[in-house]
């Protein structure tokens, strides 16, 4: 830029935009409690959405639980399952439209409770969906109650005690179990309670929406989550908890990584 | 980047062939052939013919001709077949398969529908269309898999949870279980609502001639609620879940003014020689073909009795049988079943008629002659 009276040539100083909110989703604030995980979920797959650029040609599957208000968030079409059933419904979707990008975030008690037929065999069959696991190893929408993925000795309001295996069984790693079938092309477990597991958490996202994208098949990602307020701890604590105690139950990683598509 | 299936099939000939179905392209048969096929190939020809190229679904006797037969022909159309690991898993794809405007149909038997219900209830709550093959089979629990019309009751009374009701297509000829699957198509596009075809192992089973091809497809409204991806659109949301205050009272108000509609536009049903009868023998499905020669051997012997049908059972002919009983005071209600339709009958005819019934539960099919002894009674 030349200034008109000088003939020095000034230099613009240019303020780029280095952090906004994805285009993907919608300016309004979350309605997760304080110190969830939940929405730093929410916006891992939003960026990567918008990372390809498919935001116009995403289609969402809400699950019940903590995550049904996807809807409200995301700004793409999306359709709300029954408790249990988004993987099939995210299935139905995908094959009535392969052309489109389908993902779903489901909660541990739909995937790994009352949904676990569905989501073995969505995986068996190697649909081309992108499932976004959310274990926080508790039911946070109704109230605290014992999950699937709760820990041994793990105090909820359906196990006072603590989490008994004599009783309740153990908890489900649903990642290890997933990665044993065929049918998935990526499975990995993340979590988001430090800078460094974050950036590994938005990779996994990346690549299990790349995966579709170049259908190599049914692409998995569990995110461990805190829930403060079920956990009845504050945000600090329950965050150093996913550290302490989830991680060395559910280790993280990527335990199934297909390079190329069985069918080529 | 062209990929092909396990089948083979290239990607891009499956979406353009997707994509002609989801965009309404016309894939309804004009030109007519005649042959001889069971009910259930029947349904499933109406299917094909009605453009529907997706189906989910699970083994059970005796409706097991309809997956059979669609697994065989729909992904040589570009269609998708899919056996599900359950019912509840059939539904629920068929669920996100309808989102996105594609005709997308299923079919079971009694205990496979007790299983689909929970997903019935979404799709009316989401109002999403769907149609649902019920080739029922006999109950309570297992069962056994003779004729039955056990499941009259949960058919059209919704069947799930919540305030609802079903578009309920009830068959009794082979011709009209592949004629009905074609409305079936139209009225649950029609109304955005599940519609569901009410047969037993005696219609599925059967042959008969059938004249395939010819339907005319209803007009129908765009499907501009469709999950197709927001391309310069605003998103869309499809769901059932609804907390703010009053929205829900609104919602099931909506949900109620279609079903009055649907009492008003879309009833169907046949009646028989019932102009100068002194009794009429109300009869769906495959009881109504028993009662139809139990008519005919009644009229040789010279009683005045007639035959009404109802084709919907939801919505239930109740004005056509009020304004009937007008003129006949009698009705004998038949069924296979312990009695369920007969409520309807009740509910339906002027006080001063007189409603008898006669059923049996499952295990063995009344003849036309037992239907004549019971005629007899009231004639007398």
Known sequence: MLCALCPLRVLEVSMELVFKRPECLIDVPFHFCPGCHHGIGHRLVAEAIDYFKIREKTIGVASVGCSVFMYDYFNIDVLEAPHGRASAVASGVKRARKDRIVFTIQGDGDLGAIGIAEGIHTANRGENITLIFANNGIYGMTGGQMAPTTLLGQKTTTSPYGRDFTYDGYPIRMAEMLATLEGSAFVARVAVNNPANLMKAKKAVRKAFQMQIEEMGFAFVEILMACPTNWKMTALEANRRVGEEMIPYFPLGILKERKMADYL | ?380
């Open chain 2, 1 to 380: 980047m062209i990929t092909r299936d396990a089948r083979g099939v290239p990607s891009v000939v499956r979406f353009a062939r997707m994509l002609q179905f989801v965009c309404g392209g016309s894939v309804t048969r004009t030109d007519t052939e005649k042959m001889l096929v069971r009910g259930n190939e029947a349904i499933a020809m109406g299917a094909i013919d009605s453009g529907c190229l997706l189906f989910f679904g699970y083994p059970i006797t005796p409706q097991n001709e309809i997956p059979e037969y669609l697994s065989k022909h729909l992904p040589a159309m570009g269609g998708e077949f899919i056996q599900a690991e359950s019912e509840i898993a059939s539904i629920n794809l068929l669920l996100g398969a309808s989102a996105t405007g594609a005709r997308a149909m299923t079919s079971s038997s009694s205990p496979g529908i007790s299983l689909m219900q929970e997903g019935i209830s979404y799709f009316a709550g989401s109002e999403l269309p769907v149609v649902i093959v019920n080739i029922s089979r006999s109950g309570p629990g297992l069962g056994g898999i003779s004729p039955s019309q056990g499941d009259y009751f949960q058919a059209t009374r919704g069947g799930g949870h919540g305030d609802y009701r079903v578009i309920v297509l009830a068959p009794s000829t082979v011709q009209e279980m592949y004629d009905l699957t074609c409305l079936a198509f139209d009225l649950s596009d029609k109304y955005r609502n599940p519609v569901v075809i009410l047969g037993d192992a005696l219609l599925g089973q059967m042959k008969e001639p059938l004249l395939r091809g010819g339907y005319h497809k209803m007009e129908l409204p765009p499907k501009d609620w469709a999950l197709t991806g927001a391309e310069g659109r605003q998103p869309r949301k499809i769901k059932s879940l609804y907390l703010q205050e009053g929205e829900l009272t609104e919602h099931n108000w909506k949900l109620h003014q279609k079903y009055e509609r649907m009492k008003k536009e879309d009833v169907h049903f046949e009646s028989l020689r019932t102009e100068d009868a002194q009794l009429v023998i109300v009869a769906f499905g495959s009881m109504s073909r028993v009662s139809r020669t139990a008519v005919e051997l009644a009229r040789r012997e010279g009683m005045k009795v007639g035959l009404f049908r109802p084709i919907t059972l939801f919505p239930y002919p109740e004005k056509v049988l009020f304004s009937l009983s007008q003129v006949v005071k009698s009705f004998l209600t038949v069924e296979l079943n312990t009695g369920q339709m007969v409520e309807d009958v009740r509910l339906s005819v002027g006080r001063d008629a007189e409603v008898y019934f006669y059923g049996k539960p499952p295990g063995s099919l009344p003849s036309p002659e037992e239907v004549l002894e019971e005629i007899k009674k009231y004639m007398a």
